[in-house]
């Protein structure tokens, strides 16, 4: 492509730039307060807004096709399963615990609607701080040292999973990693604990752009978490004993 065609592109616009006035863009959390029947929420941005970190391509696929799927199979199972009728999403988490439905379908839309919320444009992410980053730095020593154990536990999940920052019983924090689309809520990879921060590790969430390279996908992943809100999801919800309504 010749100088000349290249200018003329970047001058129309084209190509993703990013402005710090857009980390507005980005809609507040809002609880989830659905039961018995679920539908797909818009994302709280727009699908190019993780670029470059996460591609628009990566985004819409992962979001119109893989999450809208564990959706419509909830909604399925919930037609027979009249027992949940009136479950939040939270409960059939809960419930999950004995049912292998629920883990597949009712955790795969939940971890997906947390891990929405919890990231941002990187521009937009600012270190985690007060109560949380104390929790941190008491657990792992520094934010850094939080990272880095948290890449060590996502790079050591085999095949598909989910790495979390999660609060347990006792209030203090744990990076735990689950198997497919459970979730610590469901209390099968050890004790029940509130996730507040979780990582998409199925090759779904990362193959396009980073093929085999997981490593560079977690690395570049930790600078677009929206700390904001796991402040937030920290001390309104998981330090009280109660799950985030993702
Ligand atoms: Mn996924």
Redesign the pocket.
Known sequence: MSPVVIFALLALGYGYKFELDDCSDKKSFTPNVEAGNFTLSDLPYSYDFLEPVITIQINSI?HQK??AKYVSKLDAYLTTATKYSDSTLVDLQEAAGTDATLQKFAGGHYN?NLFWWVMTHSSCSRSPQGDLLGAIEKQWGSLSGFKTAFTTAASGIFGSGWAWLTVKADKELAIVTTPNQQNPLMGLSGDVSYPILGL?V?E??YYLKYMWDKDTYFTSWLELIDWEVVDYFYVVYARAGNAVPA
Do not use: L, Q, T
């Open positions: 992962h893989h999450h997906h998409d199925w779904h969430a």
